[in-house]
């Protein structure tokens, strides 16, 4: 079979004319080979759908359109692991009549989810680095560690953004702002697929704004907050090469994406051009009739899904195996939309190669040297380390600081809390030690996960470190507590490392199916730290978390507050850099730390009703705003220039222009934050929302001018009539530090006609730094 583009379609269409109903439809569904109860729960209604029914010699008959999580789904040796993949791919390609390999695919939210992989830190700490270059030399190297591996498309990222703090899937998003999740989750495609793998843009559309944060749950955004707030980074990510979309679970005014044309079809392909394959989230197509009661059987699930389009069911087969076939023998489904996602799905595996007659199934790792010590091929190598680490350095937000940090060398630290000596803590749901690991306890991490007190034992500051836990994330007694704050009494500072058990459906505080009630510490942790408070001691707070906690009690007696979220496996050094004072601190939160009542679900994009006000007692001023960090030695901003004329054409660029000073003695970094007021338009619209956020670094005496040249599609939003329109009137640019720390406003006539702008309108500034 040739590789170039005209003979890869004459084969995708000679294939598709050529095949059997029964073959074709094979090519549209993954199996889940080996999972069991024994695995734990991975997946919603795992145990009512995940097993298989059929012999596996009669189930890849007719061929096999994808493998689920081969690595991903037990600990399984690398090598090991490839090996048997290479197996399955023959027997795959030996019992159909085209011998075409199967497309595999794996989690990779925080890397490849494989036994003895590098974790990376979570997309949040992605959201808080704001560094798209560095995400995207992340998504290079996961990309890079599944080519190797004979995996060829990756479930990440998420492009959900974060609408209500209690979801337990907030730690899964990259923050609440669109062009943040945009941003930087275009970045990780960008990366990803430079390796010559598919990432799958998750979760399209609304299933971060459902009702109560609640996992699975119903949805009732309006059009605008879809079309302003939701869309957007998806669109973004379209932009930048994305192959892969996976659908949401939700319904979203009733009306599950799962069998919604006028998203998966009208929106997706026809006005963003979308080329790639849906893949089914896991189980949803059946859930169409098992939770959603649109379907009265499988079958027509499938007819619906199909129609809706989604091109794969995954993982597992259950509504477009037979159900679908016999469907479309009694004439109650179309032939010719199995023929259009059978050509979707044959076309991506023909672009990965995987039609070429020179394919083999061998990955490369197999011809890798095994290391000595563990006897197997090494992927968390000193390279991904060090990249894990400088992006879990780039991520950790300083919230506060009375001048207790950095801290000095040699201090007595009383060190307690439930996250302070656990390789846990540095991990996210979609961990494979979190994922997986934990439903396999006799088996070891695969990878060295330092904790944070054995990386403050281990510092060169040379502390003299104790620790008592205190209490667990969740439960714990009296006389726990009561010895962790008899330590902090005998230290010269206390170090309390509080948050969350990331985990699956109840098996944590966070994470998918873990949604809170409250934002509140979890268990006894607030009582943790009360009582440490009232010794004296100066307290510093870490958090190692997946979404942001009230903490207003107690923040005022606090003497710093750091935030990690899930650093991954480096993050226990990159936060003793941070607080001995050997890195700075860059992160800026990607998300909002609430105020008073701490059960407020509003994030920043809030419109004039939402902020404060005097008809209400309840206040949802944030206690840590969007885009907040501080740094132990602060730039100097120096100067905030623009256009003289004050003028901004609806068809035109503006520039803003920042100069920053670095007047300390070690390299540090900003993130120049713009945002946009629109004082007068024609539906209520958020107070502030980001325009531009680029990061700048300055060596020690540097001084630099920062150039940010906005279009006037970026100021577009969906007026009365739901088209997206620009329009002319007056505005503001408020330049700062945080969406709370404003450092100069600009005030802009935007002159002109209005504009109706759609997919192809500017959607980021450009930035040049002099």
């Not at 990780?188 to 609640?214: C, N, P």
């Not at 939309?337 to 070429?356: C, E, M, S």
């Not at 991904?384 to 940090?405: D, K, M, P």
Request: net charge negative; hydrophobic share 45%; charged share 20%.
């Amino acid at each position: 079979m040739a590789g170039d583009r005209t003979s890869r379609e004459e084969l995708v269409e000679s294939l598709v004319a050529r095949m059997s109903l029964a073959e074709k439809v094979a090519q549209l569904y993954g199996v889940w080979v080996g999972i069991d109860g024994a695995d734990g729960e991975m997946a919603p209604h795992q145990h009512e759908f995940a097993r298989l029914h059929t012999a596996w010699d009669d189930l890849v008959r007719d061929g096999l359109g994808q493998l689920t999580r081969p690595f991903g789904t037990t600990p399984v040796g690398v090598r090991t692991g490839a090996a048997t993949l290479a197996k399955t791919q023959r027997e795959i390609m030996a019992a159909g009549r085209w011998g075409i390999p199967a497309l595999v695919h794996e989690e990779t939210l925080t890397g490849l989810a494989a036994w003895r992989a590098a974790v990376y830190p979570s997309p949040l700490c992605w959201g808080a680095s704001f560094d798209p270059a560095l995400v995207e030399r992340m998504g290079a190297q996961i990309g890079a560690t599944m080519r190797r591996l004979g995996v060829h498309q990756g479930l990440a990222p998420v492009m959900d953004v974060a609408r209500d703090l209690r979801w337990g899937r907030v730690e899964e998003t990259i923050g609440e702002d669109p062009l943040l999740v945009g941003t930087i989750g275009s970045a990780y495609v960008r990366g990803m697929q430079s390796a010559g793998v598919l990432a799958t843009l998750k979760h399209f559309v609304g299933y971060s704004a459902s009702k109560g944060g609640r996992n699975l749950a119903p949805v009732s955004a309006g059009r605008r907050e879809i079309a302003d707030v939701l869309l957007p980074p998806f669109e973004m990510a379209l932009r930048a090469g994305a192959d892969s979309v996976m659908n949401s679970y939700a319904d979203v005014d009733g009306m599950p994406v799962a069998a919604d044309p006028a998203l998966l079809t009208d929106l997706l392909r026809d006005t963003y051009g979308f080329t790639g394959t849906v893949v089914a989230d896991y189980f949803s197509i059946a859930f169409l009739q098992t939770l959603h009661n649109v379907a009265g059987s499988p079958g027509e699930a499938a007819g619906l899904a199909l129609a809706a389009g989604i091109d794969v069911e995954l993982p597992t087969v259950h509504c477009y195996g037979p159900p679908l076939v016999e469907a479309v023998e009694r004439g109650e489904v179309d032939v010719a939309l199995v023929d259009r996602a059978l050509r979707r799905v044959l076309w991506q595996k023909a672009r990965l190669g995987l039609l070429d007659e020179d394919w083999t199934p061998e990955p490369d790792v197999l011809d890798a040297e095994e290391d000595a010590e563990s006897g197997d091929v090494v992927l968390d190598d000193a390279e991904a380390r060090a990249l894990a680490g400088e992006l879990a350095r780039r991520s950790v937000v300083l919230l506060r600081n009375t001048g207790t940090l950095p801290l000095a060398p040699g201090l007595r630290l009383a060190v307690v809390g439930p996250r302070a000596d656990t390789p846990q803590a540095m991990m996210g749901c979609y961990s494979f030690p979190m994922h997986v690991g934990v439903h396999h306890p006799g088996v070891g991490l695969g990878i060295e996960v330092p904790t944070l007190v054995e990386a403050l034992r281990g510092d060169a500051a040379g502390y003299d470190v104790r620790y008592e836990q205190g209490c667990p994330v969740t439960g714990g007694d009296d006389a726990g507590i009561a010895a962790a704050a008899g330590l902090a009494a005998d230290a010269d500072v206390c170090v309390a490392v509080l948050g969350d058990q990331a985990g699956l459906f109840g098996g944590g505080t966070s994470g998918e199916g873990c949604d809170a009630t409250s934002l509140r510490l979890p268990g006894r942790q607030e009582e943790l730290l009360e009582a440490v408070l009232a010794t004296g001691t100066p307290v510093v707070l870490v958090l190692l978390v997946g979404r942001p906690y009230e903490l207003e009690r107690q923040v005022d007696r606090l003497a710093a507050v750091v935030c990690g979220f899930f650093p991954g496996e480096e993050g226990a050094h990159a936060l003793a850099d941070v607080l001995s004072g050997r890195t700075d601190p860059m992160g800026r939160l990607p998300v909002s730390f609430p105020g008073s009542g701490g059960n407020q679900p509003a994030t920043y994009l809030a419109a004039p009703l939402a902020r404060r006000s005097k008809v209400s007692t309840v206040d949802p001023t944030p206690l840590f705003a969007f885009g907040h960090g501080l740094s132990y030695t602060p730039i100097e901003w120096t100067a905030v220039a623009s256009d003289p004329s004050g003028t901004w054409a609806t068809d035109g660029t503006f520039d803003v222009r920042v100069t920053l000073r670095n007047g300390a003695a070690g390299t540090v970094s900003e993130v120049v934050q713009v945002y946009l007021h629109d004082l007068v338009a024609e539906v209520a619209r958020p107070v502030q929302s980001l325009l531009a956020a680029p990061r700048v670094d300055l060596a020690p005496g540097e001084t630099r001018e920062v150039t940010i040249t906005l279009h006037a599609d970026q100021t577009s939003y969906t007026g009365a009539s739901g088209r997206r329109q620009v329009d002319s009137g007056a505005v503001e640019l408020r330049v700062g530090a945080s969406s709370a720390d404003i450092r100069e406003v600009i005030e802009v006539s935007m002159t002109g006609p209005r504009r109706y702008v759609g997919f192809d309108r500017v959607m980021e500034a450009t930035v040049s730094q002099g």
